[in-house]
């Protein structure tokens, strides 16, 4: 059986405060912190997302736009990145909240969304 909702890996620029406000409307996601991953670069943070089934949120559109490219040209698959602008969290997170309440894993899959 399919996963119906996203569940969201924070890369390391994104504030904790987001994880916190999306889990507390029943939302999944973790922090790089929580997950061990501080100082990874970003392609292990997102082969880390990809392993664990999960979306990641980060700030650094350039190098997360690079690496879907990667991940494409390679036919490899990813769970999704979207990429915040800097704003401040609840911002973020309600933000956030649009796209978990309206699209499913299976549309997130190898998607690149920007709020």
Do not use: W
Not at 34 to 46: K, N, R
Not at 52 to 63: E, F, K, V
Not at 88 to 111: F, K, S, W, Y
């Amino acid at each position: 059986m399919n996963r119906l909702f996203i569940h969201l890996f924070l890369d390391e620029d994104v504030d904790v405060l987001i994880a916190k406000l999306i889990r507390s409307r029943g939302y999944s996601g973790e922090t790089t912190s929580e997950a061990g991953q501080i100082s990874c670069s970003d392609a292990a943070q997102l082969a880390f997302a990809t392993r664990r089934q999960m979306a990641i949120l980060t700030h650094n559109r350039d190098d997360f736009e690079a690496l879907a490219r990667v991940y494409c040209a390679a036919g490899q698959s990813h769970c999704g990145i979207i990429i915040a602008v800097r704003r401040p969290p609840q911002e973020i997170a309600r933000r956030l909240l649009v796209i978990l309440d309206g699209v499913t894993v299976e549309e997130m899959d190898n998607q690149v969304l920007y709020i």
